[in-house]
């Protein structure tokens, strides 16, 4: 049921919304499916081509570079000039595409704002169409927000960060979205409506000709970016744009894409502005490709950070390749973020992350992250003082010396200790992160740190492997083998220490036990998962027609019971267990009639 004008071979299944529908207009919607008829193909490829790498990991084998594409690696190429735009990128904020979020990023006094409809959000169709409104208004520079309880306006300030949008990955379906009896592509969707609705007031507003920009998350291989470029190549036809106007920075965050950072560049050299290091899915990936090989149980989450031999090589790696095809090589992100109520500990998680800057910086990195706006400041001075005036370092910092980077380099096994702490940590975030992701929220602080979707999977696959293997723990000092009794036992006691810490009202009200479930079940699983967004995906779909078919079945139920409950009082033969059980029937019936329809339904199009 779709109240929106969809061309042929489309169809709306989220909630109508006359905001949405400015969106979802037929010729947005067209373009969108002009996208999926010709790349489909491409992408179900891909993701094929995914599936036998992961089949090569698991029987012992390990990413390495590809000797097909070594003519790449070696010869002399560059990527498309920088446009003047984005040449200084020295600090870029991340954030959800939430209304305040966007005007409180572009107006932080960072270079670059990535609006994120992929780690940081939970893509319910509320918040991927609100964030297209948002997106196009802060385009536009009508943008505003009124907090009721602060009796405060936001608006846009005179200089504002330069707009990167980041889609989701190629592996997510956008379930709401039919087109031609299968879900769109999720990126594509995201993609697409932003490029249409925004491209031509980008370009002339803020990109000086440029844009609009992009950054690309969670590519396994130079396939993948190669259908990333004819993806910018056809919108640039069809809108009439110069080719080499879109561009997009890769994130290299798969451990089988850092064997492929030159074969990713050339495939999007017309496109290209720069590499960026995903730290967090780096390592999730790490331990995700590994998944098979017992002798490589990681040492606990929080001992894993950039100074790990494979993640500085990564990071040295990148640096060298981007600079020599002459594009931005940008940091990442350090999880933690202001302390308001403590300005000892607020100072001391300000150090870490200037340390980690000033890391970046030195290696050569030409801009960073930051997850708050607390700590532009900070991280620019970090940057503009290293940097000798200059917007970027691209042509100042070589790194040759990276040349002698190796595939063991990239691979080697992080040192540190495991820890009873670390896997009772791991399910204490990583349980309140998808409680939060089931309810619309995809960033959240927890215990001071930043934890997003590329956050909670490290807890979660580390969980897992730990699991699998019965990983012996000795950090707290005391020797103990990760058995599945173990786990049931930590989770249990989690749960409660969350219920504590969350208060019994919002742990009653909040998605908490259904999170508990899905996480133990996920971390014990004897395949696992490819991804926790896409395992729960299903738990935020929302059909209008099966919502509609709720609504009313609720309703006939909510009087049914009303006519019981009368008839009851009239009635004394009726005993009191008769009526709960009518009504309890009555209830898991209704349930069960919903999951149901929505199993069936979005099992079939993933
Ligand atoms: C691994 C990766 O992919 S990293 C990239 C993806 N992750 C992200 O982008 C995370 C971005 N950061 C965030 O979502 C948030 O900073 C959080 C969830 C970590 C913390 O949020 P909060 O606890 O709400 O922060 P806090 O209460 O200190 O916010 C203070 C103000 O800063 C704003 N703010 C906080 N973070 C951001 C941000 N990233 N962008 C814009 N504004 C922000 C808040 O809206 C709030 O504004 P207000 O004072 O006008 O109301
Ligand atoms: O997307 C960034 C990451 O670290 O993951
Ligand atoms: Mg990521």
Redesign the pocket.
């Known amino acids: 049921m779709s109240f929106y004008d969809v061309p042929d071979g489309v169809e709306i299944r989220g909630r109508y919304d006359h905001q949405f529908a400015q969106i979802l207009t037929r010729d947005a919607l067209q373009f969108v499916a002009g996208l999926q008829r010709e790349f489909r193909g491409q992408v179900r490829f891909a993701m094929e081509c995914r599936r036998e790498a992961k089949k090569r990991y698991n029987s012992g084998g390990s990413p390495g570079f590809d000797p097909a594409t070594r003519f790449i690696r070696e010869s002399n190429w560059k990527c498309a000039t920088v446009p003047p735009a984005v040449a200084d990128r020295s600090v870029e904020?991340?954030?959800?595409v939430e209304r305040?979020?966007i005007i409180?990023?572009l107006n932080?006094g960072a270079k670059v704002f990535m609006a994120?409809f992929e780690?940081?959000l939970s893509p319910s169709w509320e918040n991927l169409m609100k964030g297209h409104v948002n997106l196009r208004d802060a385009v536009n520079q009508t943008i505003t927000f009124q907090d009721q309880a602060r009796n405060r306006v936001y608006k846009l300030n005179e200089t504002i960060a330069k707009l990167f949008v980041r889609p989701r990955g190629w592996h997510l379906p956008e379930a709401h979205i039919i087109i031609d009896g299968e879900p769109a592509i999720g990126c594509l969707v995201d993609f697409g409506l932003y490029f249409y609705h925004n491209h031509a007031m980008y370009r002339s507003a803020h990109g000086a000709g440029f844009g609009p920009f992009f950054y690309l998350p969670k590519m396994e291989s130079s396939r993948e970016a190669r259908i990333w470029n004819n993806v910018f190549e056809r919108a640039e036809r069809t809108s009439g744009i110069e080719r080499g106007s879109i561009r997009a920075t890769v994130l290299i965050e798969t451990l089988p894409a850092v064997f492929q950072m030159d074969e990713i560049l050339y495939e999007l050299r017309d496109h290209s502005v720069g590499l960026n290091c995903?730290r967090?899915?780096y390592i999730f990936s790490y331990i995700k490709t590994f998944q098979a090989h017992p002798d490589r149980l990681l040492p606990d989450r929080v001992q894993v950070g950039m100074t790990q031999h494979f993640m500085r090589c990564y990071s040295d790696l990148l640096i060298r390749t981007c600079h020599r095809r002459g594009v931005h090589a940008m940091g990442g992100?350090a999880a933690q973020?202001?302390i308001?109520d403590n300005p000892a500990a607020n100072e001391a998680a300000l150090e870490l992350v200037r340390k980690d800057k000033l890391r970046e910086v030195r290696a050569g990195h030409d801009g960073t992250?930051a997850?708050?706006?607390?700590l532009i400041k900070p991280i620019l001075e970090v940057f503009t003082s290293n940097m000798a005036g200059k917007a970027n370092q691209i042509h100042t910092a070589a790194r040759e010396d990276a040349d002698a980077i190796t595939e063991e380099d990239l691979v080697q096994m992080p040192r540190g200790t495991r820890s009873l702490e670390g896997l009772r940590l791991n399910t204490r975030v990583g349980i309140q992160y998808l409680a939060a992701w089931l309810t619309g929220t995809g960033?959240?602080?927890l215990y001071n740190l930043?934890e997003?979707a590329?956050?909670a999977e490290i807890s979660r696959v580390q969980n897992w492997q730990w699991i699998k293997y019965g990983a012996v723990l000795t950090g707290d000092g005391v020797k103990i083998r990760v058995t599945p009794e173990l786990f049931a036992k930590v989770v249990e006691e989690e749960m409660e220490r969350i219920k504590r810490e969350v208060g019994l009202e919002k742990f009653t009200r909040g998605r908490y036990q259904e999170a508990g479930k899905i996480f133990a079940k996920q971390c014990t699983t004897p395949e696992l998962d490819d991804f926790l967004t896409l395992d729960a995906y299903n738990l935020i779909v929302l059909y209008i027609n099966t919502y509609m078919v709720i609504i009313t079945k609720v309703y006939i139920i909510h009087k049914i019971n009303k006519i019981c409950v009368e008839s009851l009082a009239r009635d004394p033969q009726y005993c009191e267990i008769h009526k709960i059980f009518r009504c309890w029937y009555l209830n898991i019936s209704l349930l069960q009639s919903y999951n149901k329809t929505k199993d069936k339904e979005t099992s079939t199009l993933l």
């Open positions: 904020i991340t954030g959800p305040k979020m409180n990023a932080s994120d780690d940081a995903g967090w899915d992100m973020i202001p308001r992250w997850a708050h706006p607390g960033s959240v602080p930043m997003d590329a956050t």
